[in-house]
C-alpha cells in the first residue's frame, strides 16, 4: 500500500445527523456522480461495529470511483476499515500522534483556523490543512468563530500544504475561495441537505473548475 492520490476540489464531509432526505449511502452514491473528489465520515457517536459496518458501505459505493474515504477523528476505526486516511482537529488525537499509528501510507489531515495553526503543521506529517469555518454552521456544534475567505487566504499563505476551505460553503463562496489559495472546498449541508445532491455536487464542483480558470 502507497499513500494515495487526493483530490480536494469538492470534499464531502458527511454523517448520519447531516442527510436530510436521502439515506447516508445514497447522498454519497449521487454527490460521486455530481463531482465530488473525496469523502469524509464524520460520526462521533456510533458504536465502533455500526461505524464499521457504515464504513465498509461506503467504500463499497467509492471504491468503483478510485475516490478515498477519510474517517473523522476515529484512528481505531479507521484502521480496521483500512481507510484511506485520518482527519483530526486541534483538539483531537495530535496529528504526529496519528501519524506514528496510521503509518506512512494513509493521508493524515488536520483543522486549521488560525496562521499559527497552519505554520506548526509539519508537512512530514500532514497531508492538507482543513481551513475555516468560513461561514457560521449549524452542522458542527463547536464550531469556531467563522474566519472568511480572508482568514482563509491567511492560512494558505502561511502553509505550503494544500488547504481545503469548510464550513457552512455554498456555490458563491467558491470564487474567492479559490482566489484565496485553496485547493478545493469541503462541504455538508450543501450537500447532504440537498434535495438533490448531485445536482448540488455538480454545481459546487463546476463552480471551483470555473474559478480555476
Known amino acids: 500500500m502507497t499513500r494515495p492520490d487526493f483530490d480536494l476540489s469538492l470534499y464531502l464531509v458527511i454523517g448520519p ?25 464524520r460520526d462521533k457517536t456510533a458504536d465502533k461495529q455500526q461505524f464499521v459496518e457504515l464504513g465498509r458501505s461506503l467504500q463499497g459505493l467509492l471504491k468503483p470511483a478510485g475516490l478515498p474515504l477519510i474517517i473523522n477523528d ?19 488525537m495530535p496529528a504526529r500522534l496519528v501519524r506514528q499509528v496510521v ?5 493524515v489531515g488536520l483543522s486549521s483556523s488560525r496562521p499559527k495553526d497552519a505554520q506548526a503543521a509539519d508537512p512530514q506529517v500532514v497531508d492538507y490543512l482543513g481551513a475555516g469555518p468560513v ?3 449549524s452542522s458542527k456544534a463547536d464550531a469556531k468563530k467563522p474566519i472568511a475567505a480572508e482568514g ?7 502553509t505550503s500544504l494544500p488547504v481545503v476551505a469548510i464550513g457552512g460553503i455554498q ?8 482566489r484565496a489559495g485553496v485547493s478545493g472546498v469541503a462541504v455538508v449541508s450543501a450537500i447532504c441537505s440537498a434535495k438533490n445532491p448531485e445536482s448540488a455536487a455538480r454545481e459546487l464542483r463546476q463552480a471551483v473548475d470555473r474559478a480555476r480558470t
Open 171 to 178: 456555490v458563491a463562496d467558491v470564487p474567492a475561495l479559490v
Open 152 to 158: 482563509v487566504g491567511a492560512i494558505c499563505e502561511a
Open 135 to 137: 461561514n457560521v454552521t
Open 17 to 41: 445527523d447531516d442527510v436530510r432526505y436521502h439515506s447516508l449511502e445514497d447522498v454519497v452514491a449521487l454527490a460521486v456522480k455530481g463531482g465530488v473528489s473525496l469523502v469524509q465520515l
Open 74 to 92: 476515529r484512528v481505531e476505526e479507521a484502521m480496521a476499515l483500512g481507510a484511506a486516511g485520518v482527519h483530526v482537529g486541534q483538539d483531537d
Open 103 to 107: 503509518g506512512p501510507d494513509r493521508l
